[in-house]
């Protein structure tokens, strides 16, 4: 009942911008992520065909690994990891979602911003819905038929989300940006 609680709450009180409209620029998401004093490093990865063939495994049936290249920033305070942020631009239904994921660094969600949601604004994700990933890795609960909640109505917003927090978190073991050298 809680639960049920504090999801329509977010769906009532959360901003409701225009379709299409960004909700967060990234240089904002990355800020929220990783407030000041904290450096931020961008980093590129090149993924091998047998690296990108591992994360699809990773990620699981269904879910869409395909990029060769990966961008992603590291934050850091005094040499420390804060974590790793991933950005992830997919389709919902027919119009683009932008994601900003920033992955522990114990490899689980540390949280999710949405940067742009162009399908209709009912059918975009509260915050409150978002905050299930918060602690996941990569297992079988973070899943639609298993410990996330599905959306009413926005079922296709709750798998484009689910998707892409597993194909971020399956990267993100591939990639292991917090110990593998500097150089990528």
């Given at each position: 009942?809680?639960?049920?609680a504090?999801l329509?709450a977010?769906?009532t ?6 379709i299409?409209?960004?909700v ?6 990355l ?12 980093r590129?990865?090149y993924?091998s065909?047998?690296e ?5 495994e990773?990620?699981g ?5 395909d990029a060769a ?5 590291v934050?850091?305070?005094n040499?420390e990891?804060?974590?790793v942020?991933?950005f992830?631009?997919h389709?919902?239904r027919?119009?683009p979602?932008?994601?900003m994921v920033?992955v522990?660094p114990?490899g689980?969600?540390?949280?999710i911003?949405?940067?742009k949601f162009s399908?209709p604004?009912e059918?975009?994700?509260?915050g409150?819905?978002?905050?299930q990933f918060?602690?996941e890795?990569l ?6 038929k298993a ?11 709750s798998?484009?989300i689910t998707?892409?927090v597993?194909?971020?978190l ?15």
């Amino acid at each position: 009942m809680l639960a049920a609680a504090t999801l329509l709450a977010s769906l009532t009180l959360s901003p409701r911008p225009g379709i299409g409209q960004p909700v967060l620029t990234q240089e904002e998401a990355l800020r929220m992520a990783f407030p000041e004093p904290a450096v931020i490093e961008r980093r590129t990865a090149y993924l091998s065909e047998g690296e990108i063939e591992r994360a699809a495994e990773l990620a699981g049936p269904g879910v869409t690994v395909d990029a060769a290249v990966v961008t992603h920033y590291v934050g850091t305070v005094n040499d420390e990891a804060l974590g790793v942020a991933y950005f992830d631009a997919h389709r919902v239904r027919t119009l683009p979602e932008v994601l900003m994921v920033v992955v522990s660094p114990r490899g689980t969600v540390e949280r999710i911003e949405v940067l742009k949601f162009s399908e209709p604004p009912e059918y975009r994700a509260p915050g409150g819905w978002l905050e299930q990933f918060d602690d996941e890795g990569l297992s079988d609960e973070v899943s639609l038929k298993a410990g996330i909640v599905n959306m009413t109505g926005a079922s296709l917003t709750s798998q484009a989300i689910t998707d892409a927090v597993r194909r971020i978190l399956a990267l993100h073991e591939v990639l292991q940006p917090l110990t593998a050298p500097e150089s990528q």
